[in-house]
C-alpha cells in the first residue's frame, strides 16, 4: 500500500458521488458513506463485500477507509444492530474506519464499473447496451466462437471454471453480459441479438430459460464477476488523491 499523499473524508465522498453519480439509481441500498470514520485518510482498502474477515484485514493494513461493492443497510433486511450485523459494524466504529459503499452505480460506470471491468478482463469491448440502467453489455465478435472456446475464455479471465446451460448450438458472434445477481436479464440480453450471455449466478429458472430462448449462459461466479470494478476505481483514487490503495479479496465460490 503505497502512496504518500491524504484526502479529507467529506473530498472522497464529494469525488466519488460526482464520478459515480448514485443519485441517477432507484437502488436497494443507500451508496456513498455508510460509516463514519476518521476525517482524513491516507490509506484506502477496497473488496467486495463488506464482511467480517474484510473489515478485520482492512484494519490489520492500517487502512482509514474501506470502500465496497456489497455494503450494508439493504432494503428488507433488519435495521437492528445485533448478532452478526452489529458486530461488523462494531468493528468500524472501534477502528475509526469509515466505509464507503456504491452498488449499482459502480455497476454501470462506463470505464470503472464491475461490467465495463469484467469486459476488459474478457476481452470484450461494449458495443451496445440494453436494460435498466443499460447495465447490460455487448460485444461483436470479429470472428465467432463455439461454446467450448467461450467457456475456457472465461475460465482463464476469472481463473474459474464457469458453470454452462443453454445454447442452440450456433457460432456465438454476439456476447452480452452483467456481472452479479442478473441470471435474469438473460431476456434482454436475446432481445439485444446476443448468442451467449454472462453472468454471476444461476437460479433454477435460468436453465429453462436459457434452452427455451437458445442463449448459452455462462454462470460464472457473482463474486468473481464483480472483483474488478472495486479495484479500478480504488486505483484511481490513489492516482487522483497520491493516497495508499490496496485491494483485499475475501474468495467467495458462489
Not at 473524508?9 to 464529494?14: E, G
Not at 461494449?126 to 436494460?131: L, N
Not at 429458472?205 to 476505481?233: D, I, K, N, P, S
Request: proline share 4%.
Amino acid at each position: 500500500m503505497t502512496g504518500t499523499g491524504s484526502v479529507g473524508r467529506d473530498a472522497l465522498l464529494a469525488w466519488l458521488d460526482r464520478t459515480l453519480e448514485p443519485a441517477r439509481f432507484a437502488d436497494y441500498c443507500p451508496n456513498g458513506l455508510q460509516v463514519e470514520g476518521r476525517a482524513e485518510i491516507r490509506r484506502l482498502v477496497t473488496g467486495v463485500t463488506a464482511s467480517a474477515t474484510l473489515i478485520r484485514e482492512a484494519v490489520a493494513a492500517g487502512a482509514d477507509a474501506l470502500l465496497v461493492h456489497h455494503g450494508y443497510f439493504w432494503k428488507g433486511e433488519d435495521a437492528r444492530l445485533v448478532g452478526m450485523k452489529g458486530a461488523r459494524i462494531g468493528a468500524l466504529m472501534r477502528a475509526n474506519l469509515n466505509l464507503f459503499a456504491y452498488h449499482l452505480p459502480l455497476d454501470a460506470h462506463p470505464v470503472l464499473g464491475n461490467n465495463a471491468q469484467l469486459g476488459h478482463r474478457l476481452g470484450l469491448r461494449v458495443d451496445a447496451r440494453g436494460g435498466e440502467h443499460d447495465l447490460v453489455c455487448a460485444h461483436d465478435l470479429a470472428t465467432p466462437l463455439d461454446a467450448a472456446s467461450l467457456r475456457q475464455r472465461v475460465a482463464r479471465g476469472l481463473n474459474r471454471m464457469p458453470l454452462v446451460v443453454g445454447g442452440a448450438g450456433a457460432p456465438i458472434s454476439r456476447i452480452a453480459w452483467c456481472t452479479g445477481g442478473a441470471q435474469d436479464a438473460i431476456g434482454q440480453a436475446h432481445a439485444m441479438g446476443a448468442q451467449a450471455y454472462i453472468s454471476g449466478e444461476i437460479s433454477e429458472r435460468t436453465t429453462h430459460l436459457a434452452r427455451e430462448l437458445g442463449v448459452l449462459y455462462l454462470a460464472a461466479g457473482h463474486h468473481a464477476t464483480e472483483r474488478y470494478g472495486v479495484q479500478a476505481l480504488g486505483e484511481r483514487i490513489a492516482h487522483e488523491f497520491g493516497i495508499g490503495h490496496r485491494f483485499i479479496d475475501d474468495p467467495n465460490p458462489a
